[in-house]
């Protein structure tokens, strides 16, 4: 089990109200305990969003297509705190200015792991400027790609959307969108 899984995550009520702590591992353990996280998505002037690619050894949804990246801020850490800090880790972005625009809650099993996610999921969002100089951890990301927000959402609709996907992408996608600019 990897350092990331003992560390503290933030237990929350329906609310989102804190309630207490468990260690990542103990809160994605079945049925799961509900806990704070965030998801960013990236956006360019073009219209597009970075996807990444989960690493194999991912304990939860591994190799599953998912927003730029996720985590868990530490109890009482603020969540764009913890998303830049986040960011930079697992794809070397710094400089972005990221925003909280909402929450998406979600249960979702992983067959594959046995792990639960139970989260209460902050949208956090940022818009770049142009091309983006990435340097992915491999330990956590297997690759990148930049697509078209609007062909991904008509890509999670498709069948194959559920095992292609990460399962909270269908729902953190449409708060984001909501919350950029008109252009």
Known sequence: MSDR?????????????SIGSATV??????????????SVLL????????????AAVKTRFPLRWANACCGHPEPGQGVVEAATKRLAEELGVTGVT??????HAYRASDEATGRVEHEY??????????????APDPDEVATTEWVRADDL???????DGLARYAPWLSGVLPIALRALPAA
Not at 11 to 16: N, R
Not at 25 to 38: D, M
Not at 121 to 134: E, I, M, N
Not at 153 to 159: K, M
């Open 98 to 103: 990221l925003r909280d625009v909402g929450v």
């Open 153 to 159: 959402t008509a890509h999670l609709t498709q069948p």
């Open 25 to 38: 591992a103990e809160a994605h353990t079945a049925p799961g305990k509900l806990h704070r996280a965030f």
């Open 43 to 54: 956006f360019d002037a073009a219209g597009r969003t970075l996807l990444q690619q989960r």
């Open 5 to 17: 899984e003992q560390t503290f995550v933030e237990l929350v009520d329906d609310a989102g109200t």
């Open 121 to 134: 999921d902050h949208v956090v969002v940022g818009v770049v400027p142009g091309d983006l100089p990435l």
